[in-house]
């Protein structure tokens, strides 16, 4: 592994070239600490269910501890970003839902637990390798109105993990802030996570507009569970993603059009 020398003459590896190796080759942690994780992270890697009913009970109970320890034991294993937004974090924020409308969990329990997830994911995003020099830009946000932050934080890790300089601009973003990122930036991959539209019309005209100006240089890709079949079907774009490994599937296949000649 690649490290830097101290002042004081000793070797350092970086947190990002150890979590790495440790995915990577699939090596079991013996003491997660020194990672600055709680303690037993990574020592062994439960079912996928098993790791859902952690993690929802860690949220709901507003450990978070736990949770680190279930994310962090599924990230260590070597399942991709992509995997554990789907299969992991979706599946729990979902049940999560399911218990607030049946009277299970209060509000203040779900907005919690999104806080909690928020600083998990930029812990993650942390201990990722920063990307190369060379590596394409992917800019997104969420529409105006849209204040669900986990989805496009999602979607700036699963990019990241696979080599693209993706960048999150935020959330509730206005069209006319989306088209100035842009035409200053230039990014040959933009996407739009929409989990909430306020007026569903306005929503679609407006994004027309902004297909038509940049969808010949620019791959557009939209996702989110606001986005219904029948809002669909009036809309073009490059991919429409309604799982991260559906986006992470055409992200990669995008970077290896653009290292074609000609492409």
């Not at 990230?75 to 409308?101: C, N, V």
């Amino acid at each position: 592994m690649p490290t830097e020398k101290t002042r004081g003459g000793h070797r350092r590896i970086s947190a990002a070239e150890l979590v790495g190796c440790i995915r990577g080759r699939r090596i079991q942690v013996a003491d997660a600490t020194v990672l600055g994780l709680p303690c037993g992270t990574g020592d062994g890697v439960g079912t996928a269910d098993r790791a859902v009913d952690t993690l929802t009970r860690g949220l709901v109970e507003g450990d978070e501890v736990l949770c680190r320890r279930a994310v962090f034991d599924r990230f260590l294993s070597g399942d991709r970003m992509s995997e554990i937004g789907d299969r992991l974090i979706a599946r729990t924020f979902h049940r999560i839902g399911q218990l607030w409308e049946q009277g299970e969990a209060e509000v203040y329990q779900e907005r919690r637990a999104t806080e909690i997830m928020r600083r998990i994911l930029s812990e993650i995003r942390g201990v990722l390798p920063s990307p190369d020099a060379e590596a394409p830009l992917a800019l997104g946000a969420t529409p105006l109105g849209d204040h669900f932050c986990l989805p496009t934080s999602l979607v700036e890790i699963v990019l990241r993990e696979i080599g693209w300089n993706a960048e999150s601009l935020g959330i509730s973003l206005p069209f006319v802030a989306l088209e100035t990122a842009v035409q200053r930036h230039r990014p040959p991959l933009f996407w739009i996570s929409a989990s909430y539209l306020g007026d569903p019309e306005s929503f679609v005209e407006q994004y027309e507009t902004f297909f038509d100006s940049h969808h010949r240089d620019v791959a557009i890709v939209v996702g989110g569970r606001a986005l219904s079949e029948s809002l669909r079907h009036r809309m073009r774009y490059a991919a429409f993603c309604d799982r991260l490994e559906h986006l992470a599937s055409f992200a990669d296949a995008l970077a290896r059009a653009m290292r074609q000649p000609n492409s």
